[in-house]
């Protein structure tokens, strides 16, 4: 980092030239060279200083090792340029005073505490590590959870029964189901003609899955099928063997679901041992 450098060079040669202007004759000038060449270390220790505030090379290795990232020049130079910007920043915010307002006092102190309240969860994470063993049972459950049939459906989701029983009579007569799912209460799937896409049984309401792994490829359901949401028409479009990702694919996202599983739990944990009043 050339600019790095030449700060350097440059504060190592004035602190000679202070050297050589407080030498004199007498045996007290080598005494003089002792503090000189501790303040050339820490100057050296610096990658910027501003407003006679130094930005200390610590901090910057401090960033790059919160960072995670590799460790290069380029990285290091835009911490460097961040740091630099941060500090006049601040000190003009120090001059206006506004370190001393209540409200900032405030906002401090949140953050200060949401920082040792973060840290304390990763510190938990650290102690209980998630093992490979915890992430095959996991995958294991949901596979088996997923059953080994996906099915691909359509649905018109209506408030009243007998709104669902005249949609059946028109299919039987004839109608395009994709047309009379545009009167479905489900804007979601409505505006696809009632397309739900693959999914296995599981992924719906027990009386939905139900009626919809009875039906052939092609049919729909001739009574209405009642849920929490309304009245439901239902047109099985085709099914399949359940297309279910490696263990390689998603073992980061199962992972970070037992990880946020184990961090509810530590939660619950500690509230319940708390005297709460």
Not at 45 to 54: F, G, L, S, T
Not at 218 to 237: A, C, D, M, N
Not at 248 to 259: G, R, T, Y
């Amino acid at each position: 980092m050339p600019r790095i450098i030449s700060f350097v060079l440059a504060a190592l040669a004035a602190g000679s030239a202070f050297a050589q202007n407080a030498a004199t004759p007498n045996a007290a000038a080598p005494a003089a060279a002792a503090p000189n060449a501790g303040a050339q270390k820490a100057v050296a220790q610096n990658v910027a200083m501003v407003n006679d505030k130094p930005i200390t090379k610590a901090t910057v290795d401090q960033f790059v090792q919160q960072l995670g990232q590799p460790d290069t020049p380029e990285l290091r130079d835009k911490i460097k340029e961040q740091l630099i910007e941060r500090e006049v920043f601040l000190q003009e915010a120090v001059k206006r005073g506004i370190p001393e307002r209540a409200d900032v006092k405030f906002q401090l102190d949140f953050v200060r505490k949401t920082a040792i309240i973060q840290n304390l969860f990763r510190d938990e994470q650290k102690k209980h590590p998630i093992t490979d063993q915890q992430v095959q049972a996991e995958y294991d459950k949901q596979k088996a959870t997923q059953g080994d049939k996906e099915y691909h459906a359509r649905h018109i989701l209506v408030e009243k029964e007998d709104e669902a029983k005249e949609i059946i009579e028109q299919l039987k007569k004839g109608t395009k189901f994709e047309d009379l799912a545009k009167k479905s209460k489900d804007p979601g799937s409505g505006g696809r003609g009632g397309d739900l896409g693959w999914a296995a049984p599981s992924a719906y309401v027990k009386t939905f899955s139900d009626a919809m792994i009875k039906l052939d490829k092609g049919k729909f359901t001739e009574v209405p099928v009642q849920t929490q949401f309304g009245y439901h028409v239902i047109l099985l479009e085709d099914v399949r063997e359940t297309q279910f990702p490696a263990l390689d694919q998603v073992k980061s996202q199962i992972s970070e679901s037992i990880q946020n599983r184990q961090a509810q739990a530590f939660a619950e944990e500690l509230k319940k041992k708390a005297k709460i009043q």
